[in-house]
């Protein structure tokens, strides 16, 4: 393939469409605290700018993949992108609370395209190589989030106003992107007809859950996110407590836990799906997860630290991109959208809830037990997935003994 197919394919220009997209969201989220106090909000009122979003992708997320299956998955994205885009404007030139608070709800419905994007790495890529599409928009995700906040607090020495801006300005050139260079992944002829019914009503969630796996696999994907989500959440304040560390050297830790994602999700995952199967992998990384997230707050010193934050995110990675290529091969092809869009919706409140309980059980019961029970959360998933792994580890050896014997 010459360089410029390469640089033209799908699955690059997606990869980039949704490491723009993550990067001005990175850029603006560590400052909200700073706009919502200049506009003399209270932590709680502060709060809600966080939680508001999280709501609107829940939300949303299987709204715009249920979308996607009909109209096309390009529009859908396009669509998201300019949303995106005129939420950070908003954002750079609120002049009340309400205006701060229709930017996050504009952001949220407008940034709950994660499931649209994995619904395209579904339609354009054969079973096999699934994972490691899906690795591709997580590789995208962490390094978005690496990039995004050192950017943001370099432009933040030019203006108050600056990193807002700047933000909507990228997610615009990445509309253009989009608009020039992605391709539609899903043909007229494999979209669906129905008429439009909301893919968290009764109805529809049962038909997301009705393909045999499909339910011990969300469970597997929200005990996942849930555990990982109590790091998120909680992080910060549990580093300061138990290590005295600072905000330079926590920022330093999530850039190293960026780092790591990226790696995992963007070239190990992808080697190591040639070699094992897809339950597991979700196997081992929920195991790892589960201990990583438990051995934390036990760890004295920055090398044990920084060990069992790479078993963390490492654990996360591993599990991740093949659930969601497991939950994708449950639907038939032009429903990709919608079921991955409730995988999403399960993510978002998955991390609604990950971080106010992670919160509390630290506040109430300290850094251990927060952890710990996070890292049960993970164990719960890895219990739900030895099943899987074993069925699809006798699967392969039954396929094994058949080509030796033809």
């Not at 990950?354 to 509390?360: F, Q, S, V, Y």
């Amino acid at each position: 393939m010459s360089p410029s197919g390469r640089r033209r394919s799908p699955l690059f220009v997606l990869f980039l469409t949704v490491f723009i997209d993550l990067m001005g969201f990175g850029i603006v989220i560590p400052l909200l605290p700073a706009y919502a106090e200049r506009l003399h909000a209270t932590p709680t009122v502060a709060g809600s700018l966080v939680g508001v979003y999280s709501l609107m992708q829940l939300l949303f997320a299987p709204v715009w993949g249920a979308l996607s299956d009909r109209l096309g998955r390009r529009v859908v994205i396009l669509v998201s992108l300019a949303g995106s885009a005129v939420s950070y404007l908003l954002l750079g030139v609120a002049w009340s609370i309400a205006m701060l608070f229709v930017a996050r709800v504009l952001a949220g419905v407008a940034c709950a395209n994660i499931g649209v994007a994995q619904a395209y790495i579904a339609d354009v890529t054969p079973p096999t190589e699934r994972a490691r599409g899906m690795g591709l928009i997580g590789a995208a995700f962490g390094l978005g989030m690496v990039v995004g906040p050192g950017l943001g607090a370099g432009l933040a020495l030019f203006g108050p106003r600056v990193p807002e801006l700047f933000a909507a300005g990228l997610c615009l050139a990445n509309f253009l992107l989009a608009a020039a260079w992605l391709p539609e992944s899903l043909p007229e002829v494999g979209r669906r007809a129905r008429q439009f019914q909301h893919p968290l009503s009764p109805e529809s969630l049962r038909a997301a859950a009705a393909p045999p796996g499909a339910p011990v696999l969300f469970a597997i994907f929200f005990l996942v996110t849930l555990g990982f989500a109590v790091l998120e959440g909680t992080f910060p304040l549990a580093a300061e407590r138990l290590f005295g560390y600072g905000e330079s050297r926590i920022y330093g830790l999530f850039v190293y836990m960026g780092l790591v994602a990226v790696v995992v999700q963007g070239w190990l995952v992808g080697r190591l799906t040639r070699r094992v199967s897809e339950p597991a992998l979700v196997l081992a990384g929920a195991a790892a997860l589960a201990l990583g997230l438990a051995w934390l707050p036990f760890t004295h010193g920055l090398v044990e630290l920084l060990v069992a934050l790479a078993l963390v995110v490492t654990g996360q990675g591993l599990a991740g991109p093949p659930l969601s290529s497991l939950i994708s091969k449950t639907a038939a092809g032009r429903t990709h959208g919608e079921v991955l869009g409730v995988s999403q919706s399960l993510s978002a409140g998955a991390r609604a809830l990950g971080p106010h309980g992670g919160g509390l059980a630290l506040d109430r019961l300290g850094a251990p037990a927060a952890y710990v029970a996070a890292g049960l959360c993970a164990m719960g998933a890895a219990g739900l997935a030895l099943p899987l792994a074993r069925r699809a580890e006798q699967a392969s050896r039954s396929g094994l003994r058949l080509r030796r014997s033809g």
